[in-house]
């Protein structure tokens, strides 16, 4: 089967303008986890969503990241007014309510100009 | 060859080798660890897990160690293949095991592995 999708897996954007990106996950997982993860270090966590609801935001740095995942499946990552410290690897990843192993995607690679 | 995590995050190894990654992790509470390989470019790939109620755990070619009483993670590769080249990872959950949290991660190990 399909494993975890992000699209697109390259954006470059300008300094104050709003991105989205989007997450698909592993069909019938219900856990879905946002990373972010900048040049040379491990990823950091930044939004943990069990069904459709938000179960853990504590890693979102500040109220210009916002995610959601309406349906309980498709997530997108929304970024205001994006900076340049916002340039990271963006990974998506998702589980079975029965095991705790996270499957991830390819990521998407975001360059804030 | 030996790493010591984030003393020496660069391990370069002989093919046919051993390779044993390090890792100290810091909430003895975590009670769920998980190592993933990483290639550049590409997101983490799952390796290996081991529950806090457990001293060691293979795989296929891959053992993880935990030792509670100093939080140290260890991830043994035998007979390491130019395809194990990689960062490595080593991720701990704060959750009850079974739930679905949260990882906290290391900083990671680069493997190198000459042909």
């Known amino acids: 089967g399909a494993g975890v999708s992000q699209t697109p897996s390259n954006k470059v954007t300008e300094k104050g303008k709003y991105v989205e990106l989007r997450c698909d996950p592993i069909s019938g997982h219900t856990a879905l986890y946002w990373y972010r993860q900048s040049l040379g270090q491990g990823p950091e966590f930044l939004i943990y969503f069990q069904g459709t609801g938000a179960a853990d935001d504590s890693g979102l740095p500040n109220d210009r990241f916002f995610a959601v995942r309406p349906e309980g499946s498709v997530s997108t990552l929304k970024i205001q007014r994006t900076e340049r410290g916002d340039s990271a690897m963006y990974l998506c990843?998702?589980?079975?309510?029965?095991?705790?192993?996270?499957?991830f995607g390819p990521g998407t690679r975001l360059t804030v100009l | 060859g030996e790493s010591v995590g984030l003393h020496l995050p660069t391990l370069s190894v002989q093919e046919g080798d051993n390779s044993i990654i390090n890792c100290a992790y810091s909430?003895?509470?975590?009670?769920?660890f998980i190592w993933y390989k990483q290639e550049s470019g590409k997101g983490p790939q799952f390796i290996i897990d081991?529950?806090?109620n457990m001293d060691k755990r293979q795989g296929q070619r891959v053992t993880v160690l935990l030792n509670k009483t100093v939080k140290h993670l260890s991830l043994q590769i035998a007979a390491t293949q130019p395809g194990d080249s990689a960062v490595y990872f080593c991720a701990e959950n704060e959750g009850r095991a079974g739930n679905n949290r949260k990882l906290i991660w290391g900083l990671g190990t680069s493997l190198a592995v000459n042909p």
């Open positions: 990843a998702s589980s079975s309510a029965s095991y705790n192993e996270q499957f």
């Open positions: 081991i529950r806090s």
């Open positions: 909430n003895s509470a975590s009670d769920y």
